[in-house]
Nanobody
């Protein structure tokens, strides 16, 4: 069982780089797959990136493919999301989610542990 807290959101410029961190507390970090999702008010939550529990499989959503990088540090109990060449449409609340022994799925209902989210606003 882990609890997740996202950090690193704020105001960023288009063309810049986003760096988010998901910090986990509790037991079992290394046995969880983690995903990043984002949501704009009035829209469905969108898959961004995922990494499986072993850390040997990574997947990215279509809208961020080629720009985003997800990584995990089991020694620090953290998951990172970095994304370059930010666009205005990257503005959203970004969420970190965990899935025990997960394989890094895209479907949000696969994840049963969620952070509260961090706001990312990209300005021109």
């Amino acid at each position: 069982q882990v609890q997740l807290v996202e950090s690193g959101g704020g105001f960023l410029q288009a063309g810049g780089t986003l760096s988010l961190t998901c910090a986990a507390s509790g037991r079992g970090f290394s046995t969880y797959a983690f995903g990043w999702f984002r949501q704009v008010p009035g829209r469905d939550r969108e898959f961004v990136a995922a990494i499986n529990w072993r850390g040997n499989f990574i997947d990215y959503g279509r809208s961020v493919l080629g720009r985003a990088t997800i990584s995990r540090d089991n020694a620090k109990n953290t998951v990172a999301l970095r994304m370059n060449n930010l666009k205005l449409q990257d503005t959203a609340v970004y969420y970190c989610a965990g899935d025990l022994y997960g394989s890094g799925m895209r479907q949000e209902d696969r994840y049963d542990t969620w952070g509260k989210g961090t706001q990312v606003t990209v300005s021109p």
